[in-house]
């Protein structure tokens, strides 16, 4: 079992930056690929980036190339999102999520294992 808990979000401006963060439980945090995902208003969870288990692979989606970049300190269980340049379209709600395996790119939300809550990140215009 892995319990996950993200912090990190906020209110920023356009063009801002942001680090969210996701402490994970559990001895076996170096065994899970790890993801963001997030969530706007009305919107389906759509896929953010993931990465492997030793940090070694990651993978973006197109939106956030360049912009963004996951990471993760598996001593302390932890991934990272740094988002820069941030845009009003970014705004979202956004989860880390956990999933056993070796493949790493799973865009589909029901692949995945363990989730946390979420935290909100608001990009003003």
């Known amino acids: 079992q892995v319990q996950l808990v993200e912090s990190g979000g906020g209110l920023v401006q356009a063009g801002g930056s942001l680090r969210l963060s996701c402490a994970a439980s559990?001895?076996?945090?170096?065994?899970?690929?790890m993801g963001w995902f997030r969530q706007a208003p009305g919107k389906e969870r759509e896929f953010v980036a993931t990465?492997?288990?030793?940090?070694?692979?990651?993978y973006y989606t197109d939106s956030v190339k360049g912009r963004f970049t996951i990471s993760r300190d598996n001593a302390n269980n932890t991934v990272y999102l740094q988002m820069n340049s941030l845009k009003p379209e970014d705004t979202a709600l956004y989860y880390c999520?956990?999933?056993?395996?070796?493949?790493?790119?799973?865009?589909?939300?029901?692949?995945?294992?363990?989730w946390g809550q979420g935290t909100q990140v608001t990009v003003s215009s």
């Open positions: 999520a956990a999933r056993r395996g070796t493949t790493i790119v799973v865009v589909t939300t029901t692949l995945w294992n363990y």
């Open positions: 559990g001895r076996t945090f170096s065994t899970y690929v």
């Open positions: 990465i492997s288990w030793g940090g070694g692979t990651t």
